[in-house]
């Protein structure tokens, strides 16, 4: 009930391509669905984040699909650029009275060629 | 940079032993995490602290424990350790206790027993 199912593990693209980055979730009690982008030797740093409220939010060339129905949600990045080389987390975390935590997916190492 | 500093940033100690692991959060931050990063459990949360007191529990071994101080900086033990303890521990923290606020992560601390 708490896992993060994220696909695919690994993805090759060219530049100036879209990446797409897939994630299911079961818990319907996540109420927050934030990515994350994590360069070697680096913590993960946000790079966006929804609400269940809306099916989509787009910042720069980075867009945040939301299927609540699904259960699913995913990350396009359009444009992909080498400097966007880098291991991508989906995360998921639900409102609880005490605290919080981040249940994430297992990562997706992308590769963006010149 | 995220704010967020985590002491050492490298550590090899020897099975058996017993390690701490520094943190100090983003100024104006309450919220203390520790995540755990091994190539086979992917990102893994530990602990969630909120000014001082201990306010969610994850996966965490009963030989792992943490506290926060009144400064707000934190402290994982590792005691006992064994070789699967070897992974890269990152601390966050964010300002509030709630789902949604944004979760800044340090750099880490990568821990190798041998």
């Known amino acids: 009930q708490q896992q993060v199912k994220q696909s695919p593990q690994s993805l090759i693209v060219q530049k100036g391509g879209i990446s797409i980055i897939n994630c299911a979730y079961e818990n319907t009690a996540f109420d927050y669905f934030p990515w994350y982008q994590q360069f070697p030797g680096k913590g993960p740093a946000l790079l966006i984040a929804i609400r269940p409220d809306v099916s989509e939010k787009k910042e720069g060339r980075f867009t945040i699909s939301f299927n609540k129905s699904a259960k699913q949600f995913s990350l396009h990045i359009m444009d992909s650029q080498p400097g966007d080389s880098a291991t991508y987390f989906c995360a998921a975390s639900r409102r609880e009275t005490s605290g919080s935590r981040l249940t994430f997916g297992e990562g997706t190492q992308l590769t963006v060629n010149p | 940079d995220s704010g967020v500093t985590q002491t050492p940033k490298h550590l090899i100690t020897a099975t058996g032993q017993r390690v701490t692991l520094r943190c100090s959060p983003r100024?104006?931050?309450?919220?203390v995490y520790w995540y755990q990063q091994s190539l086979d459990q992917g990102l893994q949360f530990l602990i969630h602290?909120?000014?001082?007191?201990?306010?969610a529990k994850g996966n965490i071994l009963e030989r792992f424990s943490a506290q926060q101080f009144p400064d707000l900086h934190s402290e994982l033990n590792l005691s006992s350790l064994e070789l699967g303890d070897s992974a890269l521990y990152f601390c966050?923290?964010?300002?509030?206790?709630?789902?949604?606020?944004?979760?800044?992560f340090g750099e880490g601390s990568w821990l190798t027993v041998v």
């Open positions: 100024s104006g931050d309450l919220s």
């Open positions: 966050a923290s964010s300002v509030g206790v709630s789902s949604g606020n944004t979760i800044y």
């Open positions: 602290y909120y000014n001082g007191e201990e306010r």
